[in-house]
Nanobody, 124 residues
Framework: QVQLVETGGGLVQEGASLRLSCAAS????????MAWFRQAPGKEREFVAA????????NYADSVEGRFTISMDNTQNTMYLQMNTLNPEDTGVYFC?????????????????WGQGIQVTVST
């Protein structure tokens, strides 16, 4: 089994930056891809970014491309999401996810493990 724990959320003003972390534990050797998703109130969960566990390959949603950076520290089994130039549309609960198959995917149903989620709120 794998456990994922997100930290780093909070309330920030428009234009600010925030960094989320996702610490993985358990059977991490089985993981190939890590990703961030987010869910705003009344909306479906949407893909934000994904990264391969060992190879430097990433994928971003168009809405965050150029503002967010996903990265992986294999020595710490931790994934990060650096979020810059935040705007109110970035508000939501951010979820860390992981999957065993190595292809980068955007569908939530294709991920095997999920964190509990962490709130990010961007005010005007």
């Amino acid at each position: 089994q794998v456990q994922l724990v997100e930290t780093g959320g909070g309330l920030v003003q428009e234009g600010a930056s925030l960094r989320l972390s996702c610490a993985a534990s358990g059977r991490t050797a089985s993981l190939s891809v890590m990703a961030w998703f987010r869910q705003a109130p009344g909306k479906e969960r949407e893909f934000v970014a994904a990264v391969r566990w060992t190879r430097p390959s990433t994928n971003y949603a168009d809405s965050v491309e150029g503002r967010f950076t996903i990265s992986m520290d294999n020595t710490q089994n931790t994934m990060y999401l650096q979020m810059n130039t935040l705007n109110p549309e970035d508000t939501g609960v951010y979820f860390c996810a992981a999957r065993r198959v190595s292809t980068l995917q955007r569908l939530p149903s294709l991920y095997d493990y999920w964190g509990q989620g962490i709130q990010v709120t961007v005010s005007t």
